[in-house]
Structures are given as structure tokens and as C-alpha cells.
């Protein structure tokens, strides 16, 4: 009886996670079409805003000194694929859906799992998910506003040659800063990851103090391979996940603390 009683329960809780996951996968296919139907707003005022010289991250460094000031960048879009415009549309509207739609996913999500918590832990569990939008929401911002622009500037502008022209495939254009505001937005969740290993013991805050050397090179390496060739941006992403991992220990070392008090 407990078997089978445990497979209904099994079951059931995988027919429940799936209207959850069915919720989260309309939610975001709604956002997509209203990024879709968006167009102008959202590849002239927002993705190739960057490119014009009214860009805020532009203007903020002109008004700190002329020495860094960016002046219009040295090269044109193009399009050589028939179908690429339409392609880099659904792809636009795919990562903008799943963006405008990040917080009702985690709101699915937590629907899910707050039934099987204690009332302490659901008051902790808001918290968190919370804090991981916020944590997204400030990745995003800071890939769009500090990481895209430099990345821009510094790869439009680098030359072997005088006698080399910049006509750039709108396509890499794009992918830069979808690969770019996507993976800061996900980077930005190391102190929840780390929060969580720590709660399931499978690390502690002297591991972390131990291997923060190897951390560092992981960290680099990960932003070399997610971010754009060029070392300036590679620093950029890395010297905020840094300062993310050293948060990361201290959240770390009060949620052991906590942990060894409540089992005394």
C-alpha cells in the first residue's frame, strides 16, 4: 500500500509540476508576442540604442571627461541572410519574453514548492525568490548599461589596418547583447547558488575561502567563454561575479552559523 500510495503521490506531484511549467510556458509566449509586436521599440529604442551617441552609458562617461568620451562608432549594420532579419526577430522576442516573464516563472516556481515548507521557511522562501529576481534584474541592467557598451565601442573600434572596413553583420550585432544581458543576468545568481550549496552541506564558507584562487580562474574562464573576445569585457563581467563571490562567503558563513545554533 505505502508503494503504491507513494507512486500516486509521485505522480500527482508531476501532474501538478506540469500545469506549473505549462503556466510559466504561456506566461512567457504571451511576453514574446508583445515583444514581437513591439519591434520598433525594441530594436531601435532599446538594442540599437547602444550604437547612437544619446546612449546614457556615453553621455554619463562624456560628462566625467572628454578623455572618455565615445564618439559614433566607426561602422554600419548589414544583413546578408534573406531570412535574418526575421530570424534575429523570434530570437529577440524569445530572450525578451523569457526576461518579461522571469518573474512570474519564479512566482510558478514557488507556487510549487511552498506547500511542502514550514511557515518559517515560506516567510524565508519569498525572500529568496526576491532576491534572485532582484539579483537578475540587476545582472541585465548591468550587461545592457556597462558591459554592451564597452564591448561595442572597443571591438567596432579595434583595427589591424587602416585599410579595413567595419560592415557588421547585424546578426553578431545582436548575439552579442542577448549573449551578453543573458549571461549577466545568470551570473548574478552565484549568491543564491551558493546560499543553497551551503544549506545542503555540500559546501562551507572555509572550502569557499580555500578554492577562492581557483574560483577566480573559473570565474575569468567563464566570462571569457560568455562574453565577447576582448579581455576589457572579460574584467568588466568578472570584477562584479568577485565581488558576488565574496558576498557568496559571507552568506555563506552566517547560514552555517544559523544552522549550527537551530540544531543545538
Same mark, same amino acid.
Given at each position: 500500500?505505502?508503494k503504491t500510495?507513494n507512486k500516486?503521490?509521485? @505522480? =500527482?506531484h508531476?501532474?501538478?509540476l506540469?500545469?506549473?511549467?505549462?503556466?510559466? %510556458?504561456?506566461?512567457?509566449?504571451?511576453?514574446?508576442?508583445i515583444?514581437f509586436?513591439?519591434?520598433s521599440? *525594441?530594436f531601435?529604442k &532599446?538594442?540599437?540604442?547602444?550604437?547612437?551617441? /544619446?546612449?546614457?552609458? #556615453?553621455?554619463l562617461l562624456?560628462?566625467?571627461? +572628454?578623455?572618455f568620451? &565615445?564618439? /559614433?562608432?566607426?561602422f554600419?549594420?548589414?544583413? @546578408?541572410?534573406?531570412s535574418?532579419q526575421?530570424?534575429m526577430?523570434l530570437? %529577440?522576442?524569445?530572450? =525578451?519574453?523569457i526576461?518579461?516573464?522571469?518573474? #512570474?516563472?519564479?512566482?510558478?516556481?514557488?507556487?510549487?514548492?511552498?506547500?511542502a515548507l514550514?511557515k518559517?521557511?515560506? $516567510?524565508?522562501?519569498?525572500?529568496l525568490f526576491?532576491?534572485s529576481f532582484?539579483?537578475? $534584474?540587476?545582472?541585465v541592467?548591468?550587461? #545592457?548599461?556597462?558591459i554592451?557598451?564597452f564591448?561595442?565601442n572597443?571591438?567596432? $573600434?579595434?583595427?589591424?589596418? =587602416?585599410?579595413?572596413?567595419?560592415?557588421?553583420?547585424?546578426?553578431?550585432f545582436i548575439?552579442?547583447i542577448?549573449?551578453v544581458?543573458? $549571461?549577466?543576468g &545568470?551570473l548574478f545568481?552565484?549568491?543564491?547558488?551558493?546560499?543553497a550549496?551551503?544549506?545542503f552541506?555540500?559546501?562551507?564558507? +572555509?572550502?569557499l575561502?580555500?578554492?577562492?584562487?581557483?574560483?577566480f *580562474?573559473?570565474?575569468?574562464?567563464l566570462a571569457?567563454?560568455l562574453t565577447?573576445p576582448? @579581455?576589457?569585457?572579460?574584467i568588466?563581467? =568578472?570584477?562584479?561575479?568577485?565581488l558576488? #563571490?565574496?558576498i557568496?562567503?559571507?552568506?555563506?558563513?552566517?547560514?552555517?552559523?544559523?544552522?549550527?545554533?537551530?540544531?543545538?
Open positions: 500500500m505505502n500510495n500516486y503521490s509521485f @505522480i =500527482g508531476l501532474e501538478i506540469r500545469w506549473h511549467l505549462l503556466r510559466s %510556458v504561456i506566461a512567457s509566449v504571451i511576453c514574446s508576442l515583444v509586436f513591439n519591434k521599440l *525594441v531601435d &532599446i538594442i540599437f540604442a547602444c550604437k547612437e551617441n /544619446d546612449f546614457p552609458t #556615453y553621455v562624456c560628462k566625467i571627461s +572628454d578623455n568620451c &565615445i564618439k /559614433d562608432m566607426p554600419i549594420l548589414m544583413n @546578408i541572410d534573406l535574418g526575421f530570424l526577430h530570437l %529577440v522576442s524569445f530572450v =525578451g519574453g526576461i518579461l516573464a522571469f518573474p #512570474y516563472i519564479l512566482f510558478e516556481l514557488w507556487r510549487f514548492i511552498s506547500p514550514y518559517s521557511e515560506k $516567510t524565508t522562501s519569498i525572500f526576491l532576491t532582484l539579483l537578475f $534584474t540587476l545582472g541592467i548591468f550587461g #545592457y548599461y556597462v554592451v557598451p564591448s561595442i572597443f571591438l567596432s $573600434t579595434y583595427a589591424v589596418s =587602416g585599410s579595413i572596413e567595419n560592415n557588421i553583420h547585424f546578426i553578431s548575439k552579442t542577448v549573449t544581458v543573458i $549571461t549577466s &545568470i545568481q552565484l549568491p543564491l547558488i551558493i546560499y550549496l551551503t544549506k552541506e555540500l559546501i562551507t564558507p +572555509d572550502k575561502r580555500q578554492y577562492r584562487r581557483h574560483s *580562474v573559473i570565474i575569468l574562464i571569457s567563454i565577447p576582448d @579581455i576589457f569585457s572579460q568588466l563581467i =568578472g570584477l562584479p561575479i568577485f558576488l #563571490y565574496e557568496s562567503v559571507i552568506i555563506s558563513s552566517i547560514s552555517i552559523k544559523k544552522y549550527d545554533s537551530s540544531s543545538k
